[in-house]
């Protein structure tokens, strides 16, 4: 398997994409970016944070304050990948009709 491959998986996996979109508007704590990113779950969005913390695009800064906490924020290499990212996100979402049309057309062709 190429590295590429694994990076390409990591960036633009259903919750990399969603959570590289929100941390290129700012910087988030844990619960904030949950909230943010609707429909992920506390494990799901740990594991991408962690993923995309390992692959250099997420830094994660744990503050010794108590209650504890934790701000996630995009680093250089980070907002590079979510600039692109958020660019086919828009892309995706303004073509919406044309894919939906396209879906109608193929599910009422003869078999």
Known sequence: ????????EHVTSR???LVLAAL?????????LRRRVSGVSEKMLAQT????ERDGFVLREAHPVIP??????????????????AALA???????PAVQTA?????TRPR
Request: charged share 25%; hydrophobic share 35%.
């Open 103 to 107: 879906r109608a057309a193929y599910d």
């Open 24 to 32: 290129n508007e700012r910087g988030y704590r844990f619960s904030e």
């Open 15 to 17: 919750w990399g994409v």
């Open 68 to 85: 504890p906490r934790v701000d996630y924020s995009l680093t250089p290499l980070g907002r590079e990948a979510a600039g692109l990212v």
């Open 90 to 96: 828009h892309w995706s979402e303004s073509r919406v």
């Open 49 to 52: 944070l962690q993923t995309l």
């Open 1 to 8: 398997m190429c590295p590429s491959r694994g990076v390409l």
